[in-house]
């Protein structure tokens, strides 16, 4: 390769990632941030040369939804409008702390249009409808004394005028877009006053995230700017995704389309916003807390009163009422889409029953009086008529998955002939905010079966089922080999049966994963699922499959999973249970450890042990039995979780002490596995 060849294709890979940049790994994580993929070049390129257009297949079952759907109303466009105060300046680019943008709205520039169906043969036209209206952005007056900004993350900040100063209302996901946002929107045309509360209306990273670019340590620490959160916030945001955290993260990729191209092939919206922003994400923790309903709290002078909504969208969550402007904030129970009651990247099973009870608590306490309703994503919905009728589906849309799922299970129909058979009817599916661009019907209701009944759907056969590899090879034998199913599935693929090549081909595939004819094929039918799926993530969970399969995994350094300051709030027993799930079975097979781990700073001490390849561990105490006793700071314990240091360093400075046998401590570390971000999903 010449050095312009060279030269030009490093360009052109450089080109590619700054365009993927924006795209953050997880909203809900608590700290995987989507800026490693951007700079590590872990991103593939661009699959612009390898995609493929729509079929005809694709395009008439996109024209059922352009049928079905009423295009010519334009309420939204209008809602998503109204009351704008400023814009950032064209091209909307919010600098990063590195060489690639916090947010870069610029990259989106090819979705556009009004509510007329304009969408591209690649694209659903209901998601395409969506993602224009995610275009919108800037300041905007909800009514007077309440603003949102909105266009520039997943979420949406809220902002409320007190006696003294500002009350924020969920700051984003990163520091780089909070901080911009307020110096050059919110100062110049409300004007420079303190912010005195900082409110999270729930535990996902996207509503806490950027706290710290809005507020110093020093007014954290001195009491000037208190943060107001739902009980439980702390223990929810930090461990939601402890234990499961890196297949967290290399799922959310795929769900929130980091690794695709921003084109009508690629990423066109995230469904609850056009992306998630790219940065540094931090975490103030909580000084005031909304514990029950009815509970009334008075912050600067505006008084709010509390409507607790757990295990709903997220485990701690609460909406709350603003009398003073008959204003209802729904945070992320009530939004312009069906939400998710399962997530894709993965996250405990979400309950539509008690989510449908809280929004008719919400309309019977307050629906009578507010006039306004506003939320931590998408525009708000104003008059009391049309927020009742809006409340008044979005609690039935809940409330029918649930009821009419658990009406089919007690038939005994299974979890995936009841995602086939149930629909919403026509009353709520057309409605636009009953739309699938975030959960959908199908993944809702099997995951509202498993809610109740767990995975296994009494069919015998699917008690302890073949794993994939295995299967895979039985099938393509059973079926007459790779080629035979081959031919069998391009016919299929040619008659639009995008769904059985999947399942058929899948087979092949983790049968051989170096058949690069299967690849192809199944890439083809997932790339086609694609083009013709109403929700961003499933979007963005069959092209990402595709890219890879197409191109293999691209490793570069995996995002770091948490942040520093959810690991400052962790708790040492969450620590200690993430370390259970590191601990090797076979490499701890037959052996025995016990430790004692003293925290000065904290004054905090433990005894674990491991016995039977399990670890356990008292709190508390210490033994006089236990292999070696580990004194030091819970800072510097820190700072081994962050990799700024490790116990070795620690030891040889004197800043810790192990007291006893430290080879064996030595050999418990051995027995702990490192997780790879990077492993396969589309192949064994």
């Not at 029950?292 to 969208?313: H, Y």
């Not at 800072?635 to 490790?646: H, K, V, Y």
Request: proline content about 5%; overall charge neutral; some cysteine.
């Amino acid at each position: 390769m010449s050095e312009s060849d060279d030269a030009a294709k490093t360009g052109a890979r450089r080109a590619f990632l700054k365009n993927v940049a924006v795209a953050g790994v997880a909203t809900g994580l608590s700290g995987v941030v989507g800026e490693t993929f951007a700079q590590t070049g872990a991103a593939p390129g661009s699959t612009g040369s390898a995609a493929k257009p729509a079929t005809p297949a694709t395009i008439a079952l996109n024209k059922q939804y352009a049928d079905f759907l009423s295009f010519a109303d334009a309420q939204d466009f209008e809602d998503a409008r109204r009351g704008l105060v400023a814009t950032l300046p064209e091209p909307v680019v919010i600098k990063g702390a590195g060489e690639f943008p916090a947010w870069d709205l610029q990259q989106f520039a090819f979705v556009k249009g009004g509510a007329e169906n304009n969408a591209p043969p690649t694209v659903n036209p209901s998601l395409w409808r969506n993602a224009k209206l995610n275009m919108n952005h800037g300041l905007y007056t909800v009514v007077d004394g309440i603003w949102q900004v909105r266009g520039y993350d997943l979420s949406v900040m809220s902002i409320i005028r007190g006696n003294r100063g500002y009350i924020v209302v969920d700051p984003f996901i990163t520091t780089e877009v909070a901080s911009t946002v307020w110096k050059q929107l919110v100062i110049p045309h409300l004007g420079d006053k303190p912010i005195t509360h900082v409110i999270y209306t729930h535990s996902h990273v996207d509503h806490y995230g950027g706290v710290r670019g809005l507020v110093s340590d020093d007014d954290l620490k001195s009491g000037k700017v208190q943060i107001v959160a739902p009980v439980g916030f702390t223990e929810a945001a930090v461990g939601e995704n402890i234990i499961a955290g890196n297949a967290m993260g290399r799922r959310a990729s795929y769900m929130y389309g980091s690794l695709l191209p921003r084109s009508p092939v690629g990423i066109v919206d995230g469904g609850l916003g056009k992306t998630t922003s790219v940065g540094t994400i931090t975490l103030a923790v909580p000084t005031m807390f909304a514990e029950k309903t009815g509970q009334k709290l008075s912050l600067d002078g505006v008084d709010i009163e509390v409507l607790m909504a757990p295990e709903s969208e997220a485990p701690s969550e609460f909406m709350f009422y603003l009398p003073k402007f008959k204003a209802f904030c729904a945070a992320e129970d009530a939004t312009h889409t069906l939400h998710n009651l399962y997530t894709l990247r993965g996250a405990k099973v979400r309950d539509a029953l008690l989510w449908s009870k809280y929004l008719q608590t919400a309309l019977d306490t307050y629906g009578g009086d507010m006039q306004v309703l506003f939320a931590s994503h998408y525009w708000p919905t104003w008059g009391n008529d049309r927020i009742n009728a809006f409340l008044g589906a979005q609690r039935d849309m809940y409330r029918y998955l649930h009821d009419q799922v658990m009406r089919m299970a007690n038939m005994g129909q299974t979890p995936l002939e009841i995602g086939e058979a149930i629909r919403l009817p026509d009353s709520l599916a057309k409605h636009w905010y009953c739309r699938s661009y975030y959960g959908t019907v199908y993944h809702d209701a099997v995951a509202q079966y498993n809610l109740r009944l767990g995975f296994f759907d009494g069919v015998p056969a699917n008690l302890h089922r073949l794993q994939p590899t295995d299967s895979g090879k039985r099938y393509v034998e059973y079926m007459g080999g790779a080629a035979a199913v081959l031919r069998r599935a391009h016919d299929s693929f040619s008659q639009g049966d995008y769904r059985w090549v999947a399942e058929v081909v899948n087979h092949v595939v983790f049968a051989d994963p170096q058949n690069t004819a299967a690849r192809q094929l199944l890439a083809d039918a997932y790339e086609q699922l694609g083009y013709q799926s109403e929700s961003a993530p499933w979007r963005n969970f069959y092209l990402t499959g595709a890219m890879e399969l197409r191109n293999g995994v691209r490793k570069g350094q995996a995002p770091a999973p948490q942040s520093p300051d959810t690991i400052q709030a962790m708790p040492l027993d969450m620590f200690l249970d993430y370390l259970g799930i590191r601990l090797n079975a076979d490499r701890a097979n037959g052996k025995t450890a016990s430790f004692n781990l003293v925290l000065t700073d904290t004054k905090e001490k433990c005894v674990l042990g491991v016995e039977n390849s399990a670890l356990h561990y008292s709190k508390n105490r210490t033994s006089n039995s236990a292999d070696a006793t580990v004194t030091m700071t819970r800072a510097d314990l820190n700072s081994i979780m962050m990799g700024q240091t490790n116990m070795q360093k620690l030891v040889m400075t004197g800043t810790a002490k192990i007291d006893g046998n430290s080879q064996k401590l030595g050999e418990f570390v051995s027995w702990l596995d490192n997780f790879d971000f990077w492993f396969n999903i589309v192949t064994p």
